[in-house]
């Protein structure tokens, strides 16, 4: 499957974003950089890379031989040594518990299966007697095959401490927001989750949406829905763990759909959207639960409401400060113009578009409208014909609108039929006109810093577009250095500042309550404030998680370890002043670490010294 919208899981990672020669066991593992650095490899990765589209199952035939070869490595000379590495795999693995254990299983159990016939697509098509996870045949497979089972225990290890990296250099660099992630609406029906969790999904339903102007005969998505009533009953344990896993290295998650915390739309399979219904969900109580986890992990939560919205959604979120999905293409006046930066909400999200809209250039030359005619998507003539009436009407517009801001680029005619393509100027014009909006977060699609025409995702398609395969024309590195691209960088800047912090350094995002990795800092008169101030740096880049501080209130002169305690209401002199104390936190905050206090509440220091 290629649609991250149809994981086999949401709380576990696609192994396939792993970079293999960022795996620590790469540099010390010589077989496998053998097989990377081989010619027929090498071939192999110029092939994929030179190909038009992603190549998904390539990807998967270069990537994971290679990361066997790792894993190999990692048994013998980490577990069988019983390395502090095989102990922090050890520790992942009892975190994951048997939500870990079970999705492993199944990929080894999907592997099995689909190498053995490649039409096996899930758990459905497998053989009766493994589709239940407690079935007994399941139970041998996994005693038979305890290391497959652990190969990919070993590859979630591996993706999420590679995700958990790329929020600590976020935090390091200051970024205001840090890891945006987005949360699918539902899952497969033939992967992991719904094997796993079988009793809870309505195997018999797909989610989908009723019939509207656009599609006449309603849409059917094909994900199955969780049972509400089954999902109480589980006390939201599997809602909650899918918070808990996509929030923890996060900054900020984007919930697709999120009218579905009230209701979602259900088709009966073998049945079409008409004869579809909406099912109600326990709103106030995932409310809540969202509202804790995002207090928890401080993760800024914003709810894709797009399309049907019904008023109680809105009326139950602002309170909630989860911050609405606002879109350029669709933030109009009642009299169709685009509404001016100041009409757009401060509790949103602004962006020109998203996956399954067109992108910027896309718009305005209407390649979107081209590949649905080509395509045969339009439900009628009359209706291609409104559609391409509507776009010409909406370049018009749209200069009208920019030209009223004052940033309508120098040259360009209020007239679209002198600017036949998107310019670079104009695309910069657009994103500063956003730029201004009071929106809390306003976000940037990499297809529109370089002019793409093509939109990654083309809603009513399957095979006959390259949905989710379609390259980026130019690397993320040739990206950032693109004389447009920084333009539109320099654009943002004036109109917004540094992100939402004007120049200023944000504050970091406070971690999880369960440290991840602790280091010692034993305070005294040798040891300083401003001392453990200088490592910070150090300790972010080995993965510290909590500095794990000795007590660092008023102690007897001299005291090494700070337990005699002589004034509970100051400082240790000895250690720093409060000022060297603010600028202390300050730096791990800075460097995304936490600290783990050592305090002394029921005995103190005796003698002369404690008056």
Not at 294 to 302: K, M
Request: with cysteine.
């Amino acid at each position: 499957h290629m649609s991250p919208y149809s994981p086999s899981s949401r709380v576990f990672l696609n192994v396939l974003y792993i970079d293999v020669e960022a795996v620590p066991e790469f540099a010390q593992c010589e077989a496998a950089q053998q097989q990377v650095y081989a010619r027929e490899f090498q071939q192999q990765l110029e092939a994929l890379r030179a190909a038009e589209y992603v190549d998904y199952p390539g990807v998967a035939a270069a990537k994971l031989p290679v990361l066997e070869t790792l894993y190999q490595y990692f048994r013998a000379y980490h577990l069988a040594r019983d390395s502090k590495r095989a102990q922090a795999f050890r520790k992942f693995q009892e975190r994951g518990g048997e939500l870990l254990y079970r999705h492993a299983l199944y990929e080894a159990l999907q592997e099995h299966f689909h190498r053995l016939d490649n039409g096996v697509w899930g758990w459905p098509v497998w053989p009766e007697a493994y589709r239940d996870p407690a079935a007994p045949a399941v139970a041998e497979f996994a005693a038979r095959e305890v290391a497959r089972v652990e190969f990919y225990q070993y590859l979630q290890w591996q993706a999420d401490q590679q995700l958990g990296a790329a929020s600590r250099r976020s935090a390091e660099l200051g970024l205001g927001v840090g890891v945006y992630q987005d949360l699918a609406v539902s899952v497969d029906r033939g992967g992991a989750e719904t094997w796993a969790l079988q009793s809870l999904y309505a195997t018999g339903a797909s989610i989908g949406a009723p019939p509207d102007e656009l599609a006449l005969q309603g849409q059917d998505w094909g994900l199955p829905p969780l049972v509400p009533n089954r999902l109480r009953d589980a006390a939201y344990a599997p809602f909650i763990a899918t918070l808990r896993a996509n929030m923890r290295h996060a900054g900020a998650l984007r919930i697709d759909h999120v009218m579905g915390l009230m209701r979602l739309f259900w088709v009966p399979a073998g049945r079409t959207a008409q004869d579809g219904a909406y099912v109600r969900y326990p709103f106030a109580e995932l409310l809540g639960i969202l509202a804790l986890e995002s207090h928890r992990n401080q993760c800024l939560v914003i709810g894709e409401d797009l399309g049907t919205v019904p008023d109680e959604v809105r009326a139950r979120l602002g309170p909630m400060n989860v911050l609405s999905y606002r879109l350029f293409y669709f933030e109009r006046t009642e009299s169709g113009e685009y509404k001016p930066p100041a009409q757009y909400p401060a509790l949103a999200l602004a962006a020109v578009s998203t996956h399954d809209l067109p992108t910027l250039a896309g718009y305005w030359k209407g390649e979107d409208l081209r590949a649905r005619d080509a395509l045969q998507l339009f439900p009628s003539e009359e209706m291609r014909h409104q559609q391409i009436l509507a776009r010409t009407q909406d370049r018009v517009r749209l200069l009208a609108a920019l030209a009223h801001e004052q940033l309508l680029p120098a040259g360009v005619s209020p007239d679209p039929a002198f600017t036949p393509d998107l310019t670079p100027a104009l695309a910069r014009a657009v994103h500063c006109y956003l730029a201004r909006t009071p929106s809390k977060v306003m976000m940037v699609q990499a297809e529109d810093l370089i002019g793409e025409l093509r939109q990654v995702n083309l809603p009513g398609t399957t095979d006959a577009y390259p949905n989710w395969r379609r390259k980026l024309a130019l690397d993320l590195d040739t990206v950032v250095r693109d004389p447009a691209a920084r333009s539109l960088f320099d654009g943002l800047r004036e109109q917004r500042g540094a992100g939402l912090f004007g120049g200023r350094t944000p504050p970091a995002r406070r971690r999880g309550v369960v440290p991840d990795a602790t280091y010692r800092l034993q305070f005294h008169k040798d040891f300083t404030f401003r001392d453990a101030q200088r490592l910070a740096p150090y300790l972010a880049r080995l993965g510290i998680s909590h500095c794990y501080a000795s007590p660092y209130l008023k102690a007897r002169p001299g005291s090494r370890h700070g337990y005699d305690i002589v004034d509970h209401n100051a400082l240790n002199p000895e250690i720093g002043s409060l000022e060297d104390y603010e600028e202390f936190v300050g730096a791990l905050h800075r460097h995304g670490l936490g600290q783990v206090l050592d305090i002394v509440p029921n005995h103190m220091g005796i003698g002369s010294d404690n008056a």
